[in-house]
């Protein structure tokens, strides 16, 4: 009976020889810089910092009028070619009834007839150039809607806000730093394993977490190990993934590993 208890035993203890605990801190996998893509005036903020935000909720409006202009330029240019097309239109529709009354008279052979088709020819022309601006004023008009969007900011993803720089009234301006978005659905541990420690450790391998302050344990593992040392400590950045269930885990806890190793690693 008491060999057949050892014997687990003794198969653990010559599958791990040692253990390894080092401090760590959750972070999120997927953070969010917030910036606006146009420059204009912060007219209105709708979250602040703590606040959680889901996916398309706008964030804050700004107010441009430099925007406005544009605006204003795009809409009066889309109207301007529109009235030249109909007046393009207008005077073709003129010419075909002057010269319907010459063929009932009899002048579709004249000099005035052949003028007639001269004229018609440089007002079709000018009615497919109308047109191209029409087009062209269109896509512009199209674009200063999608411009108009911008000035609305939205939230990527789901989240909370961690940072917020902005205030009512400020100027901001494309890559201007808004707002930071965490994602609290994909966090991670990252912690550092020292250079004389690296060689126990390996991508894939499982390991014990452990958030003291709110007393959660599970099992976790290594995503990733930073190839790039500290030269001032010597030591490495390790990623930890794991699951947190429903639990309230938010960025900035403080996190243990705890990582078993084999004999055969200490030989190495």
């Given at each position: 009976?008491?060999?057949?208890?050892?014997?687990?035993?003794?198969?653990?203890?010559?599958?791990?020889?040692?253990?390894?605990?080092?401090?760590?801190?959750?972070?999120?996998?997927?953070?969010?810089?917030?910036?606006?893509?146009?420059?204009?005036?912060?007219?209105?903020?709708?979250?602040?910092?703590?606040?959680?935000?889901?996916?398309?909720?706008?964030?804050?409006?700004?107010?441009?009028?430099?925007?406005?202009?544009?605006?204003?330029?795009?809409?009066?240019?889309?109207?301007?070619?529109?009235?030249?097309?109909?007046?393009?239109?207008?005077?073709?529709?003129?010419?075909?009834?002057?010269?319907?009354?010459?063929?009932?008279?009899?002048?579709?052979?004249?000099?005035?007839?052949?003028?007639?088709?001269?004229?018609?020819?440089?007002?079709?022309?000018?009615?497919?150039?109308?047109?191209?601006?029409?087009?062209?004023?269109?896509?512009?008009?199209?674009?200063?809607?999608?411009?108009?969007?911008?000035?609305?900011?939205?939230?990527?993803?789901?989240?909370?806000?961690?940072?917020?720089?902005?205030?009512?009234?400020?100027?901001?301006?494309?890559?201007?730093?808004?707002?930071?978005?965490?994602?609290?659905?994909?966090?991670?541990?990252?912690?550092?394993?020292?250079?004389?420690?690296?060689?126990?450790?390996?991508?894939?391998?499982?390991?014990?977490?452990?958030?003291?302050?709110?007393?959660?344990?599970?099992?976790?593992?290594?995503?990733?190990?930073?190839?790039?040392?500290?030269?001032?400590?010597?030591?490495?950045?390790?990623?930890?993934?794991?699951?947190?269930?429903?639990?309230?885990?938010f960025p900035g806890m403080y996190a243990k590993i705890?990582?078993?190793?084999?004999?055969?690693?200490?030989?190495?």
């Amino acid at each position: 009976m008491l060999k057949i208890i050892l014997l687990p035993l003794l198969l653990t203890l010559s599958l791990y020889s040692g253990s390894l605990s080092i401090t760590g801190t959750v972070v999120s996998d997927n953070q969010k810089m917030i910036g606006a893509r146009f420059m204009g005036y912060v007219k209105h903020i709708y979250f602040n910092i703590g606040d959680k935000v889901k996916r398309e909720d706008t964030l804050f409006e700004l107010e441009s009028a430099e925007f406005d202009i544009l605006k204003n330029q795009a809409d009066l240019a889309l109207e301007q070619a529109e009235i030249m097309v109909d007046m393009y239109r207008t005077r073709l529709d003129s010419i075909r009834r002057e010269k319907a009354l010459m063929r009932v008279r009899g002048k579709d052979n004249s000099v005035d007839w052949q003028n007639m088709d001269l004229t018609a020819d440089n007002v079709q022309a000018g009615l497919a150039a109308t047109r191209s601006m029409v087009k062209n004023a269109a896509e512009k008009v199209k674009q200063m809607a999608t411009i108009a969007n911008y000035l609305e900011v939205k939230a990527p993803n789901d989240g909370i806000i961690v940072q917020k720089r902005i205030r009512e009234g400020d100027l901001i301006v494309p890559g201007m730093l808004a707002m930071v978005l965490v994602d609290l659905d994909h966090l991670e541990i990252e912690g550092q394993i020292s250079e004389a420690d690296l060689l126990k450790v390996n991508a894939g391998d499982f390991v014990d977490v452990t958030i003291p302050s709110i007393k959660f344990r599970t099992r976790g593992r290594i995503k990733s190990i930073v190839p790039s040392a500290n030269p001032m400590t010597h030591t490495f950045t390790i990623r930890v993934s794991f699951h947190k269930g429903h639990t309230k885990i938010f960025p900035g806890m403080y996190a243990k590993i705890g990582i078993e190793y084999g004999d055969d690693l200490v030989q190495k």
